[in-house]
Each structure stands twice: as structure tokens, then as C-alpha cells.
């Protein structure tokens, strides 16, 4: 995981690295949220304006509710070209459609919607030479000039159309870290693109920008072919005096009128003090004119860190929720329609300590959560910089109101805190914490993640920073099994034709085949009951402890290598190597595969 350290950026991205596909709200009943599904035809009213097509990507995971499974697509092969050096090595080869350079960082996006890409970058690879500096010896086409940029490509072409391009913040890393982009995903609806730039403001542009004449306001500094036409902006920082800690990364999430998102307010540069409490951390906008329908300020001086996932949203019992994950480690679910809180929820537990550099057990979210059936879905995570540690992953029960925590604090005086289990407790089950078994690898069982979960046909899949991939019964949290990718996972599991597509940050993207009846294939359990067998037989077959010890790791490292095997053989299809850094998630759109690098959009062929 040392390789992590190369990135510079404190906060972000996971939670704006999304997929999935088509649904849109506009003119439709509030109660429609979440019963529309990608497979499912949209009708006329439940569409604004020119269409998206039934298998475009148009947010983060693809719908409100932020399930990265895609029903659409039916034939998408696991079969690559290999390598000229290597015939081991599989790679994207004839598959390859198009490519397209981006800056040196994109984690926004891709967003497929309207025969048009959208993604989120920097300015490292200028495609304007305004975005230049003056000319240097070293560089004589001048330097690229550090900026946040959404970049506009033709789907079926991957030309570049326009781009929106705007300044780093002058009050610099804490605030807008230097050479990170615009890190949320775009959201698209009719022909309006809505995303967070690194300036924290929230803008709604024209999807077509200057091309087709300027909309909405006018006084954009550049009014060029290839420039954006912003139709509205929201300052966050100027007018609503939020703080964003390093970076602004969430996604925007349309319902009906209401734009919902997360602000991002968060620690000063001591990373002690809150400067802005009272500044709003979940925002719901009026979509058409960018002013402000509610706000909240919870989770106000209990933030640890910044705040980088997204809002979800989904009906349950017929009444939708809107579910924003807070930087205090707590899940809050408000009203839509008036951002009262209809419950909240502790994912972690009471004991935990939030540590300054990552070294504490509490943690707060990146991934966003999953509304499945009722149902919420979501692991806790920190800023990558802070490296892996422990985390935990809850299926919890979003019926239920008030404090639906695990557990309730009697004696907060105490350290640590006195609790007692919770009787209004909305937890289904819980995966993680500890790792107490016998010759485990880990001393927990589940680390911080920055992924969104993926559940289909009651299977759950859940990444986690340090590699690895979690497969789980959804219904119970029963561990069937996992795989480790061996690098940093930023993005997330997603679902498509019958596999699970997940991309690492050694730039390995893996085709895993994804069955409905699943069995429990656990390299832990079965290496700690093998360690635990060897150990008491070296016991009885009058070996000394320190012999006894040694004989049970050697058994337990050869039941995981012979489960680790048997899990490949079973499960992975393929791994295709891209050979550079990737921190999003693999899409599909129309048929077309995206994979998106830290610097490259490639458009990948079905077959
Ligand atoms: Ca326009
Ligand atoms: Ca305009």
C-alpha cells in the first residue's frame, strides 16, 4: 500500500468514481425514486428534455440509488488480445474503439448520456493554450497552468467538443489541493450537465456549451466554439461559507426539481478546528435556478476530516429518503422534500477513536451508500492518504426513525464510552471489525473502503482500499469469499452481462464471473481452522510450542493458497492490464465499455 503515498491529494475521489445507467426524474412523482430501473423503458414524462437514451450512464452509479449494476447490457466478453511482449498478458489491444488523452488525474465521471462523455480532470494535458503558461526553455509550448477542467466528448467518435475550465482557489491546498482537477462525477439530465468544481461551486452548464449560442447567464469569461456555457453557479464558499476540506468532490444527484449534494465543509489546516459549523454540509437546490430549498448543517463541529461521498436516494415503505453520509462517521437520512432527519446511524463502533494521519478506528465515508430493497448499504472509509486500516460494512434497516444505531452511549464520561445495545437498533448485519481467528492475516477482517457496494441477485461485492474484493450474501452478510487485486482500489465493483468489473491502481482491470448461487469459498476461516487443526496435532505429536506454532502457520498458509486458487478458478475470467493508474469505475453505456485512467478515456469494444 506504500504506493499510495505518490498521491498527493488528502480527501476525495472514491466517492465521485461512478457508474451505471439511464434514469431520469424530471417531471415525475417523487414516489417513482427508485422503482425506475435502467432495464426498464422511460416514458415521456418521466423525461425533461431531449432524451437520454435507455442505456446511456447519466451519474454517479448510475442511478439515485447508487447500485452499480447495469441490466442493460448483455454482451459484454471478458476476452482480450494478449500482449506482443508477454502472451500471459492480456490488454485492451483491437479492442479499442477510441482513446482520448485527459489531464493526469481523472476520477470524475465517465458520464455517458445524449451521444456525449463527460469526465472530470485537471489541466496537466491543456487542450486550449490560453490554459498555458508563458514559454520556458524546459517547455516551449508553456507550462500547463493548474486548473479544474470538465472535458465534452461525441460518444460514438470520442472527438473532443467543449470544456469547462476554471481556476485553482488562492487559498490554496487546504481548500483545493494543488494538481488535483475537478474530482466529481458529472450528472446529466435532458441537456443540462451538473457538477462540483474544485472551487466549490456547484454549476449547471449547457450540454452542448457555446456551441449552440449562450444560455442561461451570459458573463462567461470565454464564449469560444469549445468553451462551457454555464446556464447558473452556485458559490458555496462565497454564499453559503462552507469550507471544503482539500477538495469539493461529491456528485450532484437530480430528483425531480431538487439538485441534492454534499458540501464538502470540513477541518482548517490544523485539522482541529471547524471553521464553519454552521455552514451547510447536505444542500438541496432548485435544479432550474441553482437557489437553495433547505440545508443542513448536521454533523456542524462533530465533522473529523472533510466530507467527499455522495447522497442517495431511494423510496422505502413509499416515502422517499435522501441518505447523505456525514463526516462525523454517522449516515443521516432526511426528508426529501424538507431535510428534516428521519433517522441517523453510527457505522462505527462506540469505543472508536477518530486519529489525526489516519491511525484512529474511526472513520467517516467515501463510497457512497446503496439503497437496495428497502435496504442501506455501506462501508466506512477515510482519505486515501490515510492508508488502510479498519473498517466496516453495514446492511441497515431504513424503516425505522431516530437513532437506529448498534448501539446508544449511557456514560459518554467513561472511556471508554458506557453503552447499551440499542433497542431501536436498525442494523440487519454487520461485516468487519475485528479479526480474532487463529493465524488471520489481518487483525481485522475488513479494511476502509473508498467503493460503492454492487448487489445483484442477492450477491453483494464491496472492494476495499487495500485490494481487496469482498463477495457476501446480501441478505445476511454471510462471507462467501475474496480476491485480492494486490493494489489500491479507489473505484468500485460494477456489475454487467453476468460479471463483476473492478480496476485497481497498479492499472488492472478484472473480469470476475459473477454467480447467483454462491458457496462459501473463505480463505480465512478455512486457513485459521487448518492452522488451528496442525497446530493441535504437532501438540499431540509431542512437537514444543514454538514447533506446534510453525506447523499451524505453514497449514494455514497452504489452505489459503489452495482456497486463493480455487476462488481464481472459479471466479476470475480475465485481468487486462492498462498499464496506467486507475481511480474510477468501468461503465458500460450503449453497448460501449468505458474505462477511464488517471489520464486516459478509452472507449472499449464489446467484443
Ligand atoms: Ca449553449
Ligand atoms: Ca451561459
Known amino acids: ?99 482520448q488523452p485527459l489531464g493526469s488525474r481523472a476520477y470524475g465521471g465517465p458520464t455517458i448520456a445524449g451521444g456525449k462523455i463527460f469526465v472530470g480532470t485537471n489541466n496537466e494535458n491543456p487542450r ?64 443540462r450537465v451538473y457538477f462540483a468544481t474544485n472551487r466549490c461551486e456547484i454549476v449547471c452548464a449547457d450540454v452542448d456549451g457555446m456551441a449552440n449560442g449562450n444560455d442561461g447567464v451570459t458573463n462567461e469569461k470565454h464564449k469560444e466554439k469549445t468553451d462551457a456555457d454555464i446556464i447558473w453557479s452556485l458559490d458555496m464558499i462565497k454564499d453559503l461559507k462552507v469550507f471544503p476540506h482539500n477538495m469539493t468532490a461529491s456528485s450532484p444527484l437530480i430528483i425531480g426539481d431538487l439538485l441534492l449534494i454534499v458540501t464538502a465543509n470540513g477541518v482548517d489546516e490544523n485539522h482541529i478546528n471547524i471553521p464553519f459549523p454552521e455552514a451547510p454540509s447536505f444542500l438541496a437546490l432548485n435544479k432550474n435556478t441553482g437557489k437553495v430549498v433547505w440545508k443542513s448543517n448536521l454533523p456542524g463541529k462533530a465533522i473529523m476530516h472533510g466530507q467527499w461521498s455522495n447522497c442517495s436516494v431511494g423510496t422505502i415503505k413509499g416515502k422517499p429518503q435522501a441518505i447523505f453520509p456525514g463526516g462525523d462517521g454517522w449516515l443521516y437520512s432526511l426528508e ?24 484512529g478506528t474511526r472513520s467517516d465515508f467515501i463510497g457512497s451508500p446503496v439503497i437496495h430493497e428497502d435496504k442501506v448499504y455501506i462501508g466506512t472509509g477515510q482519505d486515501p492518504e490515510h492508508f488502510e486500516g479498519i473498517g466496516h460494512f453495514y446492511c441497515i434497516d431504513a424503516s425505522k426513525q431516530g437513532d437506529v444505531s448498534p448501539d446508544l452511549v449511557t456514560d459518554a464520561a467513561k472511556d471508554p464510552p458506557e ?131 510453525k506447523a499451524g502457520r505453514d497449514a494455514n498458509d497452504e489452505a489459503i493458497k489452495a482456497m486463493k486458487d480455487k476462488v481464481k478458478a472459479k471466479f476470475l475470467l480475465t485481468k487486462v492490464e492498462i498499464g496506467e493508474a486507475v481511480r474510477s469505475t468501468p461503465v458500460v453505456a450503449n453497448g460501449q465499455l468505458y474505462i477511464m485512467s488517471e489520464k486516459t478515456l478509452f472507449a472499449v469494444n464489446p467484443k
Not at 432524451?51 to 447519466?58: I, R
Not at 453510527?346 to 489516519?358: I, M, Q, R, T, V
Not at 468487519?432 to 489481518?442: I, L, T
Not at 473463505?522 to 487443526?533: F, I, K, M
Open 128 to 191: 486550449n493554450k490560453r490554459d498555458r503558461g508563458k514559454p520556458t526553455d524546459d517547455d516551449p509550448n508553456g507550462p500547463p497552468i493548474d486548473k479544474g477542467v470538465i472535458m465534452c466528448f461525441e460518444e460514438a467518435t470520442g472527438n473532443f467538443l467543449w470544456q469547462f475550465v476554471n481556476d485553482k482557489l488562492e487559498s490554496g491546498q487546504v481548500n483545493d489541493w494543488p494538481r488535483e482537477g475537478i474530482c466529481s462525477t458529472p450528472t446529466v439530465e435532458g441537456n
Open 336 to 359: 426529501l422534500e424538507t431535510g428534516k432527519v428521519l433517522w441517523k446511524f453510527d457505522a462505527n463502533p462506540k469505543d472508536s477513536k477518530y486519529e489525526l494521519g489516519g491511525k
Open 419 to 549: 453503552t447499551k445495545p440499542n433497542p431501536n437498533s436498525a442494523v440487519v448485519w454487520h461485516y468487519g471489525g475485528e479479526e480474532k481467528r487463529p493465524f488471520a492475516k489481518r487483525d481485522y477482517a475488513y479494511g476502509r473502503t473508498m467503493s460503492t457496494a454492487c448487489i445483484i441477485d442477492g450477491v453483494l461485492y464491496i472492494s476495499e482500499l487495500a485490494g481487496y474484493l469482498h463477495c457476501l450474501d446480501a441478505k445476511t452478510g454471510k462471507k462467501f469469499w475474496q480476491f485480492d487485486t494486490k493494489s489500491a482500489i479507489w473505484g468500485s465493483p460494477y456489475y454487467v452481462d453476468g460479471k463483476i468489473l473492478l480496476a485497481n491502481e497498479d492499472g488492472d482491470v478484472y473480469f470476475f464471473k459473477h454467480e447467483k448461487e454462491q458457496t462459501v469459498l473463505d480463505e480465512v476461516a478455512e486457513g485459521s481452522a487448518a492452522g488451528v487443526a496442525a497446530e493441535k496435532k504437532a501438540g499431540i505429536d509431542g512437537k514444543d510450542s514454538a514447533d506446534a506454532k
Open 1 to 99: 500500500m506504500n504506493k499510495l503515498s505518490r498521491w498527493g491529494l488528502a480527501g476525495l475521489a472514491g466517492a465521485t468514481l461512478g457508474v451505471g445507467a439511464a434514469v431520469y426524474f424530471g417531471g415525475a412523482k417523487p414516489n417513482l425514486i427508485g422503482e425506475v430501473r435502467a432495464d426498464e423503458p422511460k416514458t415521456a414524462a418521466q423525461t425533461t428534455t431531449p432524451a437520454a437514451k435507455k442505456g446511456d450512464h447519466t451519474m454517479f452509479g448510475g442511478t439515485p440509488d447508487h447500485n452499480f449494476v447495469n441490466l442493460v447490457a448483455t454482451d459484454i466478453s471478458a476476452t482480450f488480445d494478449k500482449s506482443e511482449e508477454d502472451e500471459k498478458v492480456s490488454v485492451l489491444g483491437k479492442r479499442i474503439k477510441w482513446k
